[in-house]
């Protein structure tokens, strides 16, 4: 069954805390995307890669970090300098071709206390 | 700047009414659009893409550049309707332009 698969669902952690939340896709895609999703917002990009090894900042990347080593991974770090982590956050992966949608996952809920 | 308004966060309707969820865009070149759905536990979808110029689930969506909107529409609500919508938009695949900005999205609800 291909898709992306997003770990865990919820997440719980204590302020000061680093966590990291994993996306794995197995669509062979090469670009990967990492949304922040909270009410009255919409999605929000924290950063995305094109390509294995390379990775962009989006429009909220302070406080986050990430790392694609492998093409089928994209794990996001929630670090402590995050200001207001509690939110739900949604990984994409998208074909490396124009008009091609973006494929999401389930997303991980992270509470931070 | 690359900007996606919904204008209502909310959208109520009767069954069989006809809906219309408002997108407008903000955008200097050639924009691609698309309309994504969040139904009640499951995963963000693609619904559909102004370029592929078809209907799904009964919705469909034009593209009005001199407006600058991609309203998305269907005649007559259902239930199963009822959900998140949002609408997105990309300047093409390939750097920072590739990527999707998203509207704050629009809450459908159908009653029965």
């Known amino acids: 069954d291909g898709g992306i698969t997003q770990s865990p669902k919820y997440l719980f952690r204590k302020e000061g805390q680093n966590v990291t939340l994993s996306c794995e896709q197995n669509l062979n895609h090469d670009a990967m995307y990492w949304y922040r999703q909270d009410p009255g917002q919409g999605l929000r990009l924290i950063y995305y890669s094109q390509i294995v090894n390379d990775f962009q900042k989006g429009d909220i990347a302070e406080g986050y970090s990430v790392s694609r080593e492998k093409k089928e991974s994209f794990p996001l770090t929630v670090t402590s300098a995050q200001k207001n982590p509690t939110a739900f956050y949604l990984c994409?992966?998208?074909?490396?071709?124009?008009?091609?949608?973006?494929?999401f996952g389930n997303g991980t809920r992270l509470t931070v206390t | 700047a690359q900007r996606v308004t919904q204008p209502e966060k909310l959208l109520s309707v009767f069954k069989g009414a006809p809906v219309e969820l408002k997108c407008n865009y903000s955008?200097?070149?050639?924009?691609?659009l698309f309309w994504y759905v969040q139904y009640s536990r499951q995963r963000l979808q693609l619904l559909l893409r102004?370029?592929s110029r078809e209907s799904i689930k009964g919705f469909t969506a034009d593209l009005n550049k001199g407006e600058t909107s991609f309203h998305l529409k269907k005649p007559f609500a259902q239930e199963e309707d009822s959900a998140m919508y949002y609408c997105?938009?990309?300047?093409?695949?390939?750097?920072?332009?590739?990527?999707?900005?998203f509207g704050k999205g629009t809450k459908l609800s159908v009653k029965p």
């Open positions: 997105a938009l990309s300047g093409g695949y390939g750097g920072s332009q590739g990527n999707l900005i």
């Open positions: 994409a992966s998208r074909e490396d071709r124009n008009n091609s949608p973006l494929h």
């Open positions: 102004h370029i």
């Open positions: 955008y200097s070149g050639s924009p691609e």
